[in-house]
């Protein structure tokens, strides 16, 4: 069965089940950025598929081959006219992680080019994500003045507070094999062709094991983490407000410009 969701300004996002694996794939022509449109419906299509009888594991992707996730939509963040606005659009990123840490199935991400920003959190909250050599990762808020809020908690938790700390506050670009050091690739091959035969056999794997044994390692994996939904309320608030600031509104009309 497949069904596919489109916008046409706002990127797409595609769902397609088969031998119980879905995959949900998502795109948009500035470098797979997520504007509040795209976030609202792949968190609606991660925890639909999650929900399926006929779904074991859920494979997530984006389009093409270039960046994996640009993170959030520059044009929308420049837009944000509140404080309540600014606090919804932050809350976009919540609810697709809690929507990948909630499925009641393991969520394995394939990351075929650099990720930035909100996309980090993204691969965060999988349960195994696999990444080529040139998948670069990124946090890059502190840059333009806000801070990684709303992704910081998946981050922490997948990295550690130390290493999350460190790309929080200097903003700069890690390499896959730092990434996959501390954890936030399972694994990292060599190229697309190699990624794609990577991601296909850790999918029927999981789709051909015990269910309820995976079932119950997912759980496991994100205990600790029943608070998040008011967590992640809170820090989307903190960062609606701090997208207000001059610092920051300077920093994205720079921005723009290049």
């Known amino acids: 069965m497949t069904t596919t969701t489109m916008f046409s300004d706002d990127g797409s996002v595609d769902l397609r089940v088969d ?17 509040g ?12 598929a999650g929900a399926r009888d006929d779904v074991r594991v859920i494979v997530l992707r984006s389009e093409g081959k270039g960046a994996f996730c640009a993170g959030a939509s520059f044009d929308e963040l420049a837009a944000i006219a509140d404080a309540s606005s600014g606090k919804e659009f932050f809350l976009g990123f ?13 969520v394995v991400t394939a990351v ?3 990720v930035v920003g909100g996309g980090v959190g993204l691969v965060a909250a999988s349960d195994y994500a696999i990444g080529v050599a040139g998948a670069s990762i990124k946090l890059s808020e502190l840059a333009i003045g806000i ?19 460190a790309m929080a506050l200097d903003a700069d670009w890690r390499d896959a094999v730092w990434a996959e050091r501390h954890g936030l690739y399972a694994q990292v091959v060599a190229d697309a062709t190699a990624l794609e035969a990577a991601v296909a056999a850790r999918a029927a794997h999981l789709a051909a094991a015990n269910p309820e044994a995976v079932q119950a390692i997912k759980r496991t994996l994100w205990e600790g983490t029943d608070n998040w939904p008011a967590l992640l309320d809170e820090r989307a608030a903190t960062s609606g407000r701090l997208v207000l600031s001059e610092y920051t509104r300077a920093a994205i009309r720079e921005f723009g410009k290049g």
């Open 19 to 35: 031998a119980g694996i879905a995959t949900v794939r998502f795109g948009h022509a500035k470098s797979n950025a997520l504007p």
């Open 37 to 48: 449109t795209l976030l609202r419906s792949l968190a609606s299509t991660i925890t639909h």
């Open 94 to 106: 919540a609810r697709v992680i809690l929507a990948m840490t909630g499925a009641p199935v393991p």
């Open 112 to 114: 075929q080019g650099k």
């Open 147 to 165: 801070g990684p809020f709303v992704v910081g908690p998946v981050v922490a938790h997948k990295l550690g507070m130390g290493p999350f700390g």
